[in-house]
């Protein structure tokens, strides 16, 4: 079934599933990480920095998502939501590298900011190339696809997450989460051409084969 779905979508899909897998590993044990690298066992004060950063990213995302969304909307053709995405998804590569020096409850306030916009840039470009390549027919079923592998990496590296840092120490999990969001970012890569550099009325339509129908916080 899933070879029914074209090669945008499939990119695409990849491209969230690879990122969100990867900060699966995190999010489990991030405020094991803020106790024990930021505030250095006041569990007190690490709740009120874990709390701070998460309140950073949702505002940070908030603030800008809306304006990217109508700049995307407003510029013609598909490359620069194709440019979003992998510009987004390399900030967020950024932020996970910069934990592994992190030691000030302001550092992660900052690299929190930075993944926040990475993700307010990722989540327009990423949802506008998605829609407009979307096998007519197939939307639930694209869409399920989706949700389905993005549950299966989330699952798996959250109950990953925590055995890897145990076991190798937060720095070797943050290089694997970095390089799981690296890939995110540049699998776009692979759809380059077939992104429409100028603007369309109408939802982009595979070529088909005959009579056969060929085509991600977020948070």
Do not use: C
């Amino acid at each position: 079934m899933l070879q029914s779905i074209n090669k945008v979508i499939k990119v695409m899909i990849a491209s969230d599933v690879a990122l969100l897998t990867g900060f699966g590993f995190i999010v489990p044990i991030f405020a094991i990480f803020i106790t024990q690298r930021i505030t250095v066992g006041d569990i007190g004060e690490a709740a009120k920095v874990a709390g701070f950063a998460m309140a950073i990213y949702w505002g940070v995302k908030s603030i800008f998502m809306i304006p990217f969304g109508k700049y995307l909307d407003k510029n013609h053709g598909e490359k620069d939501d194709l440019y979003f995405v992998i510009i987004g998804n390399i900030l967020a590569a950024v932020a996970v590298f910069g934990y592994i020096f992190s030691s000030l409850s302001w550092h992660i306030y900052v690299l929190q900011g930075l993944y926040s916009l990475g993700m307010a840039m990722n989540i327009p470009g990423w949802t506008a190339i998605f829609t407009r390549h979307i096998d007519k027919g197939k939307e639930a079923f694209e869409w399920s696809t989706r949700s389905t592998f993005i549950g299966i990496g989330a699952a798996a590296s959250g109950a990953l997450g925590g055995i890897v840092a145990a076991k190798f120490g937060f720095n070797i999990l943050f290089i694997g989460v970095g390089i799981f969001v690296l890939i995110s970012a540049f699998l776009p890569f692979l759809i380059y051409k077939d992104i429409y550099p100028k603007d369309r009325t109408l939802p982009r339509t595979p070529k088909a084969k005959g009579l056969q129908e060929p085509h991600l916080p977020k948070g």
